[in-house]
C-alpha cells in the first residue's frame, strides 16, 4: 500500500496518523438523509469499475452533517474501522466522496482497500473552477457531454460553460425560431484529410434537461452561451433578416472570423434575443447566462443605413460603440429575467459612453489584461487567459503530431495560471470569482480527442484553483499526477502524458 496519499487537487491539510484501514471488498456507505443524492451518485460511479457497492446497517463509510463547516468544504477521517466523512451540505459531500473515490481508483486491488489513517479538512481557494465546451464547432454527443462532466467532477470543476452556438453550428432548441435547429444546426461536410465530419445536430429539450440535471447531480453548475451579436452565421442563414446585407448566408464550413453579424439597426435583432433568453431561463436554472460578444467586426455596421441610424438616435459616433449599446440592452433584458450576464473579454471595450452595468461579468480570455482592467471597474470576473495555459485547443507540446491548433498551452502554464495578479488591489483580487479552461473544437472532431485535450490540464487547473496558493508546487503535483493519471486510466480517458512543459523536467511518453 501507499504510505502516502496523493490526491489531485492537494487538500488544504493532511494529517497522518498511525494505523491503518482495510477491508475485504469496498466498504458500505451510509449517510443522513439529505445526502441520499450524493451517495446514490457515489455508489454508481463504483458500480461502473467495480460492480455494486452496498449500503446499510454495517456502513463503513459514514457521512454526517456538521454545519460549522462552509458550503464546500469537508472533513474526512480515515480510521481503523471507519471513513467518516462530514460536511454542512450536499456540495461538500460530494467533494469529499470525489477524494475517497480517487483513493479507492488508485489502491483498492485484489479486492482489498488498505488506506493510511489520515484525517483530512478541505475547501476550495475560488468559488468558479469552471470548464468550457464548444459544441457548435463539433457536435458532442450528451453522452460524450455526461462522461466528461463525471471526469470533471473528481476534480472538484463546478462550472460547465455550455458553447451552443457560433457561425458553424446553432444548437439550442428556441421553440418561436424552429429553423435554427432545422437549417442553423447543419452544414456542409468538412473534409478533413482521412475524415469527413457532417457537423450536424442541436440538442432537445429533454437532452438539455438530462445534461442540467446530471451535472447538478455532480454539484457542477450549467452556463448556457448564445454568442452575439458576432458569430452568427448559423443565425443568419436561418433568418437573412437579422443581418446587415440580407444575405445570402449559410451556416459557416470553414473557421475564422467573419464579417456578417447581427445588425445592430434591426429592433428585430432583439425579439431574437428575447425569444433565446425565454428559452434558456426555461432550461437552465443557473444565475448567469453567458451572451458571447467576442470578434465582432464593424465593417457591416458602418455600412448599414439602419446600423447608421442607430448610431445616429443612440448619439455615438463610431459604429464599434454599438457594440457596448448592445451589451448594455442584452444586459438588461436579461436581468429582467432575473439572470445575469456574462461576457468575454471585448464587451468592456468603447463602453464611454454605455457603460456596461457593474454586475456584468467579464470572462478574460485575451491574456488576463482584460480582466485586471474589468476587476479595476469594478466587475466580477472570470480568468480563462489564452497566453497562460487555458485553451485547451492549442497542443500540449509544440511538435508538429500533437493534436491542437493556434497556440501551446503546457500542463505547467495551466497549473501557474493565477487568477489573482499583482497588479490588482485588495478591492480588484475580491472580484476575481475563479478561472476556466476552454475548449474550442475547430479542429477536435471526435469525442476521444476532446479528452485527450482536456487531461490532464483540468487537472493542474482544478489545483490552480482549488489548493491554497502557499500549497502550490508544480514538482510535488507532478510527482501526484504519476498516480491520479492512472485513476483517469481505470476511467477509460483517454490522456495526454508527455512532456509538461517545466523546464529541465522533459520527459518521454
Ligand atoms: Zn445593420
Same mark, same amino acid.
Given at each position: 500500500? @501507499? ?116 484525517? %483530512? ?9 469552471? /470548464? ?6 463539433? /457536435? ?76 447538478? @447531480? ?7 452561451? %448564445? ?44 425579439? /431574437? ?237
Amino acid at each position: 500500500m @501507499a504510505l502516502t496519499i496523493s490526491l489531485v487537487p492537494q487538500p488544504v491539510s493532511i494529517q497522518y496518523r498511525q494505523g491503518l484501514f482495510q477491508i475485504k471488498g469496498l466498504p458500505p456507505i451510509q449517510g443522513d438523509e439529505v445526502f441520499h443524492r450524493e451517495i446514490q451518485v457515489f455508489k454508481e460511479q463504483l458500480q461502473q469499475n467495480y460492480g455494486g457497492i452496498e449500503a446499510g446497517a454495517a456502513a463503513k463509510i459514514r457521512c454526517s452533517k456538521d454545519l460549522s463547516l462552509s458550503p464546500e468544504a469537508y472533513r474526512l477521517s480515515i480510521e481503523p474501522e471507519t471513513i467518516n466523512l462530514y460536511a454542512a451540505c450536499g456540495s461538500g459531500i460530494y467533494h469529499g466522496l470525489q477524494t475517497l473515490r480517487q483513493l479507492i481508483l488508485s489502491e483498492y486491488r485484489d479486492g482489498l482497500l488498505p488506506l493510511p489513517c489520515v484525517n %483530512i479538512e478541505d475547501h476550495p481557494r475560488f468559488g468558479w473552477r469552471g /470548464f468550457m465546451l464548444d459544441t457548435s464547432r463539433h /457536435f458532442y454527443t450528451p453522452d460524450c457531454i455526461k462522461n466528461l462532466l463525471d471526469a470533471l467532477s473528481l476534480h472538484h470543476i463546478n462550472r460547465f460553460h455550455w458553447h451552443l452556438t457560433d457561425d458553424q453550428g446553432w444548437r439550442l432548441p428556441v421553440p418561436s425560431y424552429p429553423l435554427l435547429t432545422e437549417i442553423g444546426s447543419r452544414r456542409k461536410n468538412i473534409k478533413i484529410p482521412h475524415h469527413v465530419y457532417t457537423g450536424a445536430g442541436f440538442y432537445t429539450e429533454a437532452d438539455i434537461q438530462d445534461i442540467v440535471a446530471y451535472a447538478q @447531480a455532480r454539484h457542477i453548475e450549467v452556463i448556457p452561451e %448564445i454568442d452575439i451579436p458576432g458569430h452568427a452565421s448559423a443565425i443568419l442563414a436561418c433568418y437573412p433578416g437579422l443581418g446587415c446585407t440580407g444575405g445570402p448566408y449559410q451556416v459557416e464550413d470553414r473557421y475564422g472570423i467573419f464579417e456578417d453579424v447581427l445588425c445592430a439597426g434591426n429592433d428585430a435583432v432583439f425579439d /431574437f434575443a428575447a425569444a433565446c433568453f425565454d428559452a434558456l431561463v426555461t432550461l437552465f436554472p443557473s444565475q448567469y447566462v453567458h451572451i458571447g460578444g467576442d470578434e465582432v467586426w464593424f465593417n457591416r455596421w458602418n455600412n448599414c443605413p439602419k446600423c447608421q441610424k442607430r448610431l445616429a438616435e443612440t448619439g455615438l459616433s463610431t459604429a464599434r460603440e454599438l457594440q457596448s449599446w448592445i451589451t448594455v440592452k442584452l444586459a438588461k433584458m436579461l436581468a429582467d429575467r432575473g439572470k445575469t450576464a456574462i461576457g468575454w473579454d471585448e464587451v468592456l471595450e468603447d463602453t464611454e459612453t454605455y457603460k456596461l452595468p457593474k454586475e456584468v461579468v467579464v470572462m478574460s480570455w485575451r491574456g488576463s489584461k482584460g480582466g485586471i482592467e474589468a476587476s479595476g471597474l469594478g466587475h466580477p470576473v472570470i480568468m480563462s487567459p489564452n497566453s497562460e495555459g487555458c485553451y485547451l485547443d492549442y497542443k500540449h507540446y509544440d511538435a508538429p503530431e500533437e493534436p491542437g491548433n493556434l497556440g501551446v498551452s503546457t500542463v505547467y502554464q495551466t497549473y501557474t495560471m493565477d487568477p489573482i495578479t499583482p497588479e490588482m488591489s485588495n478591492e480588484a483580487a475580491a472580484l476575481i470569482l475563479g478561472g476556466q479552461c476552454n475548449l474550442w473544437s475547430e479542429l477536435i472532431y471526435a469525442d476521444r480527442i476532446a479528452e485527450y485535450m482536456t487531461f490532464p490540464r483540468i487537472c493542474a487547473l482544478s489545483e490552480g484553483l482549488w489548493t491554497p496558493k502557499e500549497l502550490k508546487d508544480f514538482d510535488g503535483f507532478a510527482q501526484r499526477l504519476e498516480v491520479h493519471q492512472k485513476r483517469l486510466d481505470q476511467m477509460g480517458l483517454l490522456q495526454y502524458r508527455g512532456y509538461l512543459g517545466k523546464t529541465g523536467k522533459k520527459r518521454n511518453n
